[in-house]
């Protein structure tokens, strides 16, 4: 995988914005990808334009025009200066580029058009925007359409805990966790980066307990194994990636009442500042663009950055 392809993220000159730009320059692995900084501004509607057609209104128009040249010139400033703090800390020059577009119809079906008609590799978002000031709201109304049907590209949401490069992967052998791994492998390949590798289960097996007794005691024995086999695959992914072995942990948490509440204590105790999770696990169904346990992590995890991988 190339390190050329680009990372777009999306900055709407608010202070959480600023902790975006504050993510990038902590981030080691991104200073060798290029960097798109988009914002998308909402131009004055048309109806106040028809205040040409009121002789007593006609004084508000240029207001208005002022206005908007105005918000446009604030946003370009604030990509601008986010531009050299990121050069600053170390990235490339010619490897980040600026885009400022106006708001044709959502925000987020605007983010959706920039990504599908260009390669990005990756998607970094907040989980709230300057216009959601709203005390105790968990995602702002544009980041919950980009986790709900971002489908198609990973999808990073910037938390606020210090970075320390120690990412939590949640393993359970599904197509989608492989994928969460196979991208983090890319990304942090040939890093001094740590890694956690954290497979969850219900039941709790005893190590002396064997098969052939019953299917009660059989399936957990199974599915222990599986874990346990899916974990061992990923090492091997993150290893051949360039991952020193001794920088992998595996962890496997039996006895689980919640799977979400087991991964995210885990991160919390083993102080990860990242989890990274396919969008779906084992069930996999079509119904829906979103898993249930990744969902409840992302809700339940404001200070984590968690990395969301179709």
Partial sequence: MSDRKKILVTLDGSKRSERSVDYLCRFKPFRNRKVTLFNITTPVPEAYYDLTQDFFSKIAVPQVKA???????????????????????????????????????????????????????????????????????????????????????????????????????????????????????????????????????????????????????????????????AMAEAEQILTEAGISKDRIKARLIQGAQSRAGALLDTARTAKCDTIVMGRKGVSNLNNFDLGRIPRKIIFASRKFTIWLIP
């Avoid at 708001?103 to 079906?109: C, F, L, Q, S």
């Avoid at 925007?129 to 980041?143: P, Q």
């Avoid at 590209?153 to 969460?180: F, N």
């Fill in 67 to 229: 206005w908007e040249m105005a918000q446009k010139t604030i946003m370009t400033e604030f990509l601008e200066e986010a531009r050299r703090k990121i050069i600053a800390a170390g990235y490339a020059p010619d490897n980040i580029e600026l885009k400022l577009i106006t708001r044709e119809k959502g925000i987020a079906r605007g983010i959706f058009n920039e990504i599908k008609n260009n390669e990005y590799h990756g998607l970094v978002i907040r989980r709230r925007g300057s216009a959601n000031s709203i005390i105790g709201v968990t995602m702002g109304g544009v980041a919950a359409k980009l986790v709900e049907k971002a489908d198609f590209i990973p999808l990073m949401i910037a938390g606020t805990r210090e970075i320390q490069h120690y990412l939590c992967i949640a393993v359970d052998g599904s197509p989608g966790s492989r994928r969460a791994t196979q991208y983090t492998a890319d990304m942090m390949g040939k890093t001094n980066c740590r890694i956690l590798l954290c497979a969850i289960m219900r039941s709790t097996v005893p190590d002396s307990a064997s098969e052939g007794k019953a299917p009660l005691v059989d399936m957990p024995l199974q599915a222990k194994r599986r874990l346990n086999e």
